[in-house]
């Protein structure tokens, strides 16, 4: 005779009657994904009812522990994850940056398995095939970072019990070397970008100057010269097309002090605008743009066409593997080569751990050290 359990407890029948084999289903709950109800079969074997309530009461008490999970796909609680990103405030290029990472190497592999079904074998694979398709370490760690973040949250939500991906194996990280431009280099581009254009000549100075990044520089206005500092507080971006401004990297304002000669050329530059904008009969005000194409500094420059200017001219001037992003690096190679400590160097530079600056930029001072030390030693050297 078959036994049943009330809703919610699930039902145990024996089939056939005096197998020893009983059939028993039960509800695992709402789907938190599509709010349908889950449901479980599972074949017990015992030789009496009592023993087959006992293995049914484990079954469930182990259902209780896990949660009810749900049956919805990588892609589905990618999806999920990028809106709650997007809530989050997240800026329009980490977001492009995601996404770009989920389009080309997630969507296609894992995309339509189901979390509850994802482990670390399929993530090693999908690791390992990117890595022999010549993808680098970071561009795989980058991909495992975006899929480890999502299924955290997946099991925040109740998705899924564990995350998969903490026990996947990721290849070695190699160390990030900068290619830094010398000194001699980066007058170089800062006078032949002056020489060709007012607007790109400035651009490229100021990063030089102060190693701020292309959007920071971007997004300064009037009012964020101080005197003898710059307040760096916004940061200006380009993505598919759509322009803005957002928050900084680190998501806090920073002080940048300026040098006296520097100091000079913004108040020169000033002048300069002021000028332009009297011949249009416009006016600048505290919150024009540093850097504008408009007359009344309204619009900050365009930055994807400043990055293409700047490396058009590297070209030419033989400079192959310098980019507008490479006088950030010569900022940063030149404060430690300085000796300025990594503190205060991340301090100038925006970033939110000073170990992060030494450990990228240390190999380039050092390297610009051993220089100099040579070029001293081949001044003092005697006849030979």
């Given at each position: ?145 975006v899929i480890s973040a999502a299924l955290n949250q997946g099991v925040r ?45 400035a651009f490229v100075f100021l990063a030089a100057v102060t190693g701020c ?76 743009f540093v850097l504008s194409s408009q007359p009344d500094g309204s619009r ?85």
């Amino acid at each position: 005779m078959a036994t049943r359990r009330s809703y919610g407890t699930g039902s145990l029948v024996e089939r056939p009657p005096g197998s020893g084999k009983w059939m028993f289903r039960f509800v695992l709950g709402i789907d938190p994904v599509t709010n349908k109800v889950r449901r479980r079969s599972v074949t017990i074997t015992a030789k009496n009812k009592s023993a087959a309530q006992a293995k049914a009461r484990k079954i469930l008490s182990e259902v209780d522990q896990v949660g009810t999970g749900t049956s919805a796909t990588l892609n589905q609680l990618l999806t999920e994850w990028m809106k709650f990103q997007t809530g989050r405030g997240r800026s329009p290029t980490t977001l492009n940056g995601y996404q770009s990472l989920i389009d080309h190497h997630i969507k296609g592999t894992l995309g339509n398995v189901k979390i509850s079904d994802l482990t670390p074998h399929q993530l090693d694979t999908l690791y390992g095939k990117s890595s022999s398709a010549g993808k680098s370490p970071r561009t795989i760690r980058n991909i495992h970072n975006v899929i480890s973040a999502a299924l955290n949250q997946g099991v925040r939500w109740g998705w899924i019990d564990k995350n998969p991906a903490l026990r996947a194996t990721l290849p070695e990280a190699n160390p990030l070397r900068i290619e830094s431009p010398s000194p001699e280099q980066a007058r170089l581009l800062i006078s032949t970008c002056q020489a060709m254009d007012d607007l790109l000549g400035a651009f490229v100075f100021l990063a030089a100057v102060t190693g701020c990044r292309r959007g920071e520089i971007a997004a300064l206005r009037w009012n964020s010269f101080r005197g003898d500092v710059l307040i760096i507080g916004q940061s200006a971006y380009a993505v598919k097309g759509v322009t803005g401004i957002k928050s900084t990297k680190t998501g806090r304002d920073r002080v940048v002090h300026l040098d006296q000669s520097v100091q000079e050329w913004f108040q020169y530059w000033h002048g300069q605008c002021v000028e332009r904008a009297t011949e249009w009969g416009v006016h600048l005000t505290p919150e024009s743009f540093v850097l504008s194409s408009q007359p009344d500094g309204s619009r900050f420059v365009n930055l994807d066409a400043v990055s293409r200017k700047v490396r058009k001219v590297a070209d030419q001037l033989g400079m192959k593997s310098v980019h507008l992003h490479s006088l950030r690096h010569f900022a940063a190679t030149e404060l430690l080569a300085g000796g300025v400590s990594p503190h205060d160097a991340a301090e100038m530079l925006g970033h939110a751990d000073p170990s992060l600056t030494l450990r990228v930029y240390a190999h380039a001072s050092t390297e610009r050290q051993k220089a100099a030390a040579g070029i001293l030693a081949s001044v003092i050297k005697g006849p030979q």
